[in-house]
């Protein structure tokens, strides 16, 4: 928290991304309907939100497009159905990961797509191949972030090599990704320290992406925003992945530029969402998430734990240390 | 977030107080069977929390004994049927509210009775009412906090002059209680330094007591941690008024001193908390609170929205904007 003189105007170089269509879509595998995706993409219109993210672009070599929702590969003519020409303020963002996408192939030169940016999604030991991802996006006349997941789980030392080889690219922003909501806001403060150092050298952005397993993805978000991070995703009612991420609604009244508007947030929410969740589509906060965050682990054993209905959670915690 | 360097070891002042009776009470009239009474004492016990607050004393010529639970009340016999003796290092703590307790009565002396810590609860401008309370407690031999509600809505030069008032009694902590959920980390930040202040002059300790409207109650009980509080209130499963509070389960999470255990939370909130909500109490994070926590305001608006079963939030929030 640096910027405590801030808090009641705003720096007009911070971009939302709405990421719910892409950690929303690790939920429901991706079954959004047209009409959830057409609203969703006018209530970010009235929001202000600067980025609206659709989903993966998945290889659909290495994925079964009849066992997933068509957000997990963002054809650009799907996306074109949403938004035609999107002459708007909103840029259209897709999340491209490393290994999981044939990039040299599915993603068009940009003159040909209505997509904007391509968030190149990798893990510290894939940073070579991230690169040639990145490359390959800003050659084509993208934008470009590089997301790098599961932080808690990396070494400093590591973190810093890779952003230092990341930087040297056209790569406009460096993403903290707190995969495993494992961080507090001091250690979120501590990898700002790291990434701020690199980006303030090479003229890049630092953007976040955090989870919410101990209900700290919208307080690691603002420690984020007080350090010097200008990107900064969020999804609808914190719909992502396991226990969710930072909810759009909470970081639209945060912020204060004008441009942000929270009211159409609730008005989709209530409109969109309640489906959902009547639906049995289940995320949020919950024990067995706040139990794979403090262990620093993958949430997929806690996800397993929802699938199955259990509530035995006391034995869960066990069964996960028993593990470890 | 001043301790950084200090997140991998432990300070040993820090004391958690397990508020889920007095908060949790707010949500179900105090209407706790014994099983979970005695077993939530237990579990405290188990986990190494330091003060358990039993609820209320609220007087019984102001409400009627017939409309809500014992521990709306906390008599001593009843505290005594589930504590015995409490010949334990888990000390008993009840909450006095100015204007809503015959402390001079309802309120033995110490040596009678099996309450350690008397919590006085006021609003800024009922400071003298709580000093002749904390003067009340400290006389009859019990130890005092007091707990400045409501502490967003009052100016920081009041703030100063009610802990300069309040410091020259025999009160041991002085607390921070953000009752709307309208804080931000920074802005605890700012009011720690208040706060610390005027403690460290007189020798007292610093608590908060957080509420979930932002989704900020632990992180702004972490915060407060790193600036200096020694008393940090939490509730087993965020249990409390409205949005409830920071969770039990995130705070010994958080806290590296060994004498914390966290499974005992787990095992308590399963075997114990589920029934709650199947029985159809609710607490929690939800966007009407969120709504509240945001303007500044009491939550009783959403409470009743809750209360109603209501969902349709935008409706909601354009009532609370137009009685603004």
């Known amino acids: 928290m640096k910027e405590l003189e801030k808090l009641m105007n705003f720096r007009p170089e911070i971009r939302v991304v709405d990421a719910t269509l892409h950690d929303g879509g690790l939920v429901n595998n991706f079954y959004f309907t047209d ?6 993409y006018l209530a970010n219109l009235k929001a202000g939100v600067d980025y609206m993210e659709f ?28 938004v035609g020409d999107n002459n708007t303020d909103l840029k259209i963002a897709v999340m491209a990961d490393v290994g999981r996408c044939d990039y040299k192939n599915d993603i068009l030169p940009k003159n040909e797509s ?41 070494q400093e030392k590591d ?6 080889l990341l930087a040297q690219t056209d790569v406009k922003t460096l993403y903290i990704v707190d995969s495993y909501g494992a961080l507090y806001p001091e250690q979120i403060a501590r990898i700002m320290d790291l990434y701020m150092n690199t ?27 007080g350090d010097g991070a200008n990107f900064l995703d969020a999804t609808y009612n914190t719909m992502g992945r396991g226990a969710g991420n930072c909810a759009m609604e909470l970081l639209l009244s945060f912020l204060k530029n004008p441009k942000y508007n929270h009211y159409p947030v609730f008005r989709f929410i209530e409109d969109h969402m309640a489906k959902l969740k009547e639906d049995g589509i289940v995320w949020g906060y919950d024990l067995q998430y706040l139990m794979t965050g403090i262990l620093n682990q993958h949430p997929r054993t806690a996800i397993k734990f929802t699938e199955d209905k259990r509530i035995d959670y006391a034995d869960f915690y066990c069964e996960l240390i028993e593990r470890d």
């Open 35 to 40: 009409e959830f995706v057409q609203n969703l």
């Open 55 to 82: 989903g993966y672009k998945a290889s659909r070599e290495m994925f079964n497009e009849n066992k997933f929702g068509k957000w997990k590969f963002c054809k650009d003519d799907d996306i074109r159905a949403i």
């Open 114 to 154: 209505p997509i904007d940016m391509i968030r190149v999604a990798t893990y510290i030991n894939t940073i070579p191949a991230a690169i040639d991802m990145i490359n390959n996006a800003t050659q084509k006349g993208y934008e470009a972030t590089c997301n790098l997941m599961a932080i808690s789980n990396a």
């Open 159 to 164: 973190v810093e090599i890779a952003l230092e």
């Open 199 to 225: 980006a303030t050298k090479y003229g890049k952005e630092v953007g976040i992406h955090a989870h919410n397993n101990q209900q700290l993805a919208f307080a690691n978000t603002i420690e984020a925003v």
